[in-house]
């Protein structure tokens, strides 16, 4: 199994910035690395997006909604994603969900953590 934990959601003011980061881990991840990482969220009443995704080689793909305000990254060497949001909307309230997917194709999804942007 995977264990997928995020953190560093919270509250903030419209204009504001906030990181949230996550860690993927598990006799799997230790045997076969992780290949693809994203962050997800869901707003209420809403289908769940994909907001941003980086490949194992460091390619990144944004929702035109987040381009140039967000900016994700990872740390192979302990199985790590970064989500750092700046600029944040009231729109960008949601809960953010991690996605982790390992070389053989294991797909894992955190709990989620909370943004909310409100002034």
């Known amino acids: 199994q995977v264990q997928v934990v995020e953190s560093g959601g919270g509250s903030v003011q419209p204009g504001g910035s906030l990181r949230l980061s996550c860690a993927a881990s598990g006799t799997i991840v230790t045997m076969v690395g992780i290949a693809d990482m994203g962050w997800y969220r869901q707003a209420p009443g809403k289908q769940r997006e994909a907001v941003a995704l980086?490949?194992?080689?460091?390619?990144?793909t944004y929702a035109d909604s987040v381009k140039g305000r967000f900016t994700i990254s990872r740390e192979n060497a302990n199985n790590s994603v970064y989500l750092q949001m700046n600029s944040l909307k009231p729109e960008d309230t949601a809960i953010y969900y991690c996605?982790?997917?390992?070389?053989?194709?294991?797909?894992?999804w955190g709990r989620g953590t909370q943004v909310t942007v409100s002034s």
């Open positions: 996605k982790v997917l390992t070389p053989t194709r294991l797909q894992s």
């Open positions: 980086i490949t194992s080689g460091g390619s990144t």
